[in-house]
C-alpha cells in the first residue's frame, strides 16, 4: 500500500516532503513523493520558494497514479491557484487528506492569496482537511479562542465548504483538537510534551493520511497521529531542530540493542563468577543500561551469589532496578554520553585498584545528606551522585559511599556501556 504525498520541499529538512516521506515509511507504507515547491529555508526561517510548473506537477501525479495501489492522498504546501487546481483534478479520485499550507511557522506565505480561494473552491471539498487555528481562523473567518470556538470552525470546514471532516488543530491553544465528522464532533486531549515541534502538521497529515490507508476510522486515525506527533515532538531533532518521525522506529532499535548489550554483559560477569562473588552486596548487584532516551534496563531479581560464583535471578528487561536507574539517570544529565552502570560491595581494595588503574574515582557521605532530602522519596541517590560528580570536578569511573545507619557501603561503576563497565570491572578484580 502507497500514500501520494504533495507537499514542498524544505531545504532545511525539517518539514514538508521531508518529514512526509519518513512518516509515512515510519508507519509501514510506501510514500511517493511528488515536489510541488520548493522552499530556501533553514531553521531560522523561510527565505522564498519557487512554485514549480503545473504541468510538471501533473506529470509527477501521473507516472505513479497507475503504477501503485495508492490507499490515500496526503497534500501540503501548493504556493499558488493553477498548481491548486491540478492537484485537486488528478487527486480526485483518492481519498485526500489535505494540510492547507498557508504560511511558515515564522508568518513567511507560502501560497498566494488566489491560492487560498482555489483551496477553498476545489481542494477542500470531499476531503479530510486539517488547518492548525491560524489557518482554521483564515479559511473560515472564525475567530478562534477556545474549543467551542474551534468546533465552529470545523463545522464552517464541512458544512460550508463541503469538507469530508475536518480537525481544527489546538497546538497554539490548549493542545486540543477537534474532528468534525458526520454530523459529530470528536476533541482530542493531548500532552505537553517539551521538544521542537517544526514539522508537526506535516507529520499528522501523513500520519493521519497513512493510518487512513490502513484501513482505520477516522476518529481512531486522528487519536493515532496524534500520538505519533506527540512521541516525534518528545524525540525532537536538535540538529533539525524539528520533529522526528522515525522516533518510533528508533526507539525500539535503542530499546532491542540495549537489551542485547546488557545481557552479553551479564554473560560476562557470571565468567568472573569465581573473582567477583566476594564483591556482591548483601542486597545483590544490579547491571543496567540506559537507551540514548533513558529508559533503564536492569536483571530482573538482581545478580547474587550462587556457590562460589554468581548467577542472575532473572532475565534482563526494563525497569527492573529503581536504584540504579536513579543514579543511571541523574549521573547522564552531567554527562549524557555514560549510559551504563553496576554496584558492587565496598571494599578498600576495590578503590586502590581502581585509583592504581588510572580511574577516576569520587565519593559521597550519607551522613551529610539534608534534611530536606532525606524527607524527600527517592531523593538520596541522586543527591549523591550530584554531590560526587560536582566534588569530582570531571567525569568519574567510579562513585562509592560508606553507608549510613542500615544502609550498605556500596560502590558504583560507570560507563558510556556495559561492555566498558565490564572493561573496569577486570581492573577492579585484576582479572
Known amino acids: 500500500m502507497a500514500v501520494l504525498i504533495i507537499a514542498g520541499l524544505d531545504t532545511g529538512g525539517g518539514a514538508g516532503i521531508a518529514t512526509d516521506v519518513r512518516t509515512v515509511s515510519a508507519l509501514g507504507l510506501h510514500p511517493l513523493p511528488v515536489v510541488s515547491a520548493v522552499t530556501y529555508q533553514n531553521p531560522g ?27 490515500a492522498v496526503k497534500v501540503g504546501m501548493l504556493g499558488n491557484e493553477e498548481v491548486v487546481r491540478t492537484v485537486a483534478g488528478e487527486t480526485r479520485p483518492f481519498l485526500r487528506v489535505v494540510d492547507p499550507v498557508l504560511a511558515s511557522s515564522t ?53 460550508e465548504f463541503e469538507a469530508r471532516a475536518a480537525v481544527v488543530k489546538g497546538g497554539h491553544l490548549d493542545l486540543t483538537d477537534v474532528l468534525y465528522w458526520e454530523g459529530e464532533f470528536y476533541e482530542f486531549r493531548g500532552e505537553k510534551v517539551n521538544g521542537f515541534t517544526h514539522g508537526t502538521g506535516c507529520a499528522f497529515s501523513s500520519a493521519l493520511a497513512s493510518l487512513l490507508a490502513r484501513g482505520m476510522e477516522l476518529p481512531e486515525a486522528v487519536r493515532g497521529a496524534k500520538r505519533f506527533v506527540e512521541t516525534a515532538i518528545g524525540f525532537s531533532s536538535a540538529e533539525g531542530r524539528c520533529v522526528n518521525p522515525l522516533a518510533p522506529l528508533e526507539v525500539d532499535a535503542e530499546r532491542w540493542r540495549a537489551y542485547r548489550e546488557l545481557k552479553k554483559a551479564v554473560e560476562g560477569l ?32 538482581r545478580v547474587v551469589r550462587y556457590g562460589k560464583t554468581v548467577k542472575p535471578v532473572g532475565p534482563v528487561e526494563p525497569g527492573a532496578s529503581d536504584h540504579l536507574r536513579r543514579a543511571l539517570l541523574k549521573f547522564r544529565e552531567f554527562y549524557p554520553e555514560v549510559r551504563a552502570v553496576i554496584n ?73 556501556n556495559p561492555a566498558e563497565v565490564l572493561g573496569k570491572i577486570r581492573i577492579l578484580l585484576g582479572a
Request: aromatic share 6%.
Open 45 to 71: 526561517g523561510v527565505g522564498g520558494y519557487h512554485v514549480l510548473p503545473p504541468e510538471v506537477v501533473r506529470e509527477e501525479i501521473r507516472a505513479v497514479g497507475d503504477s501503485f495501489e495508492i490507499g
Open 344 to 416: 558492587l560491595r565496598y571494599s578498600s581494595e576495590l578503590i586502590e585498584r581502581a585509583e592504581k588503574g588510572g580511574l577516576t574515582v569520587s565519593s559521597y557521605d550519607r551522613r551529610e545528606e539534608p534534611e530536606e532530602v532525606k524527607a524527600k522519596e527517592g531523593g538520596t541517590i541522586p543527591w549523591g551522585i550530584e554531590t560526587a560528580v560536582r566534588k569530582s570536578g570531571k567525569r568519574p569511573d567510579l562513585i562509592y559511599h560508606l553507608g549510613d545507619w542500615g544502609k550498605e557501603p556500596m560502590v558504583l561503576v560507570f560507563g558510556k
Open 107 to 159: 508568518g513567511h506565505p507560502l501560497i498566494n492569496p488566489e491560492g487560498i480561494e482555489a483551496l477553498k473552491e476545489s481542494l477542500i471539498p470531499g476531503s479530510v482537511v486539517t488547518p492548525n487555528v491560524p489557518e482554521a481562523e483564515r479559511l473560515t473567518g472564525v475567530k478562534i479562542s477556545g474549543v467551542g470556538d474551534m468546533r465552529e470552525a470545523a463545522r464552517t470546514l464541512v458544512e
Open 270 to 301: 557470571v565468567e568472573m563468577g569465581e573473582l567477583l562473588n566476594p564483591y556482591i552486596p548483601e542486597v545483590g548487584t544490579n547491571f543496567a543500561h540506559s537507551t540514548p532516551h533513558g529508559e533503564v534496563f536492569a536483571v530482573k531479581g
